[in-house]
């Protein structure tokens, strides 16, 4: 019998997979990836085997997360059409390539995932498992089965036994982990309505919570996060920390109509506390930190990065490349950056370097002025001596 690595996610898209995949002369592996979307696996599991898995595997991604895909697109600076800083999007490549070498292990033919067709997780997916390994056969259950409705699905799971999550369903379609949650469909279909206070998972009842104005130091080394308040800080505890401080304000919110790769426009919101905060803090390092050749330059590149990422293409030539570029420029990026937290916002009100470039002596307009302004009159003359008339 030919044996599928599926990609599930403990949902009701992918445990009717199983079945769908069985029904269709595969031995079903279930591979669940932990990349902190606090989900009970525990159930999860019992879910996939009562569907009809083989066997369930579960990898903890987090870590291996955090290092190879989130501190190099921090470092980046990488945030898609100006807001959205790719929780969903930088997961996928992670997920797939670790399906790869289960596929190997477990010595599969093919891997299948729950995306459907309309969206870009498919091409992530895919992109990446055909640049890892192109003998892998590659299903989609979901676009291509017959249901014409969650009804119609429902009814097809309840046929044959497999377990539906009992706790009511959330009328949104939601993917979470450390980064970032991503939420759409339901009433957030209309770019016009308002999302409802029910549709916020990680920042919900900022609202109606009274908070006082709140600082938080965050250190870096050499472009990553190390320290919170002077203190030490592991990456993942990092990250959970300012995702908890965060979200109780409610930053980190954003509301926007994005451009996917297949063409069409869709309506997503996110939140991303850490996310937000930590990109915020690394970009005000910088101009700290570099030059301003150097930080114009990596500015284009950001969006460059959050391009590619979007777009799947994370197992190429030029993302490895930026990446060798980017850590370059990261060596002088530590310090402390002082970010000021109040309802809905946060904005940096101090920073400090030992590779500060920032000098007082030139900058202040105090006697200590050591800038000798008679030098900007022949500057000036010879900036303007292309132009003058
Ligand atoms: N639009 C985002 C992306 O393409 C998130 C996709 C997943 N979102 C969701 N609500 N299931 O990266």
Redo the contacts with the bound molecule.
């Keep these: 019998m030919k044996k599928v690595i599926l990609a599930y996610s403990g949902g009701l898209d992918t445990s009717v997979a199983i079945k769908w995949l069985k029904d269709r002369g595969y031995e079903v592996v279930a591979y669940m990836a932990d990349v902190g979307q606090e989900k009970t696996p525990r159930a999860a599991i019992d879910r996939a085997k009562k569907a009809g898995a083989s066997k369930v595997i579960v990898r903890d991604l987090k870590k291996k997360f955090i290092t190879d895909y989130l501190w190099p697109a921090l470092k980046a600076g990488a945030v898609?059409e100006g807001r959205?800083v790719?929780?969903?999007?930088l997961s996928?490549p992670l997920i797939a390539a670790e399906q790869v070498a289960v596929a190997h292990q477990e010595k599969a033919t093919a891997v299948a995932h729950g995306c459907t067709g309309k969206?870009?997780?498919q091409v992530?997916f895919e992109v990446t498992i055909q640049a890892l390994d192109s003998s892998l056969e590659i299903l989609a259950p979901v676009r291509e089965w017959e249901f014409r409705s969650r009804e119609e699905e429902i009814q097809y799971a309840l046929r044959h036994h497999i377990p539906i999550d009992s706790t009511k369903k959330s009328p949104?379609?939601?993917?979470k982990n450390i980064w970032g949650v991503?939420?759409?469909?339901g009433v957030l279909e209309d770019p016009n309505t308002e999302p409802p206070a029910e549709s916020f998972q990680w920042t919900r009842g900022a609202e109606t919570r009274n908070l006082k104005e709140r600082v938080v130091e965050i250190g870096f080394k050499k472009g990553a996060p190390v320290s919170l308040n002077g203190k030490r800080r592991e990456p993942l505890a990092l990250i959970k920390e300012l995702n908890e401080l965060g979200a109780a304000y409610g930053i980190g919110r954003m509301d926007m109509i994005?451009n996917?790769?297949v063409g069409i426009k869709?309506r997503?919101t996110?939140e991303a506390p850490a996310a937000t905060l930590l990109l915020q803090a690394h970009r005000d390092l910088e101009s700290l930190t570099l030059d301003r050749e150097l930080f114009h330059f990596k500015e284009g590149l950001s969006q460059k990065y959050a391009e590619l990422v979007?777009y799947g293409l994370w197992f190429t030539p030029l993302r490895r490349a930026l990446d060798a570029f980017i850590e370059s420029t990261q060596k002088k990026v530590t310090g402390s950056v002082r970010v000021k937290l109040r309802k809905y916002s946060s904005h940096v009100v101090g920073r400090k370097s030992p590779y500060s470039l920032y000098k007082e002596s030139l900058a202040t307009y105090s006697e200590k002025d050591k800038f000798d302004q008679r030098l900007a009159k022949g500057f000036i003359d010879l900036w303007a001596l292309p132009y003058r008339k």
């Design positions: 898609y959205y790719l929780a969903t999007a996928r969206g870009n997780d992530r949104f379609s939601i993917d991503s939420v759409e469909a994005e996917r790769l869709s997503e996110y979007y």
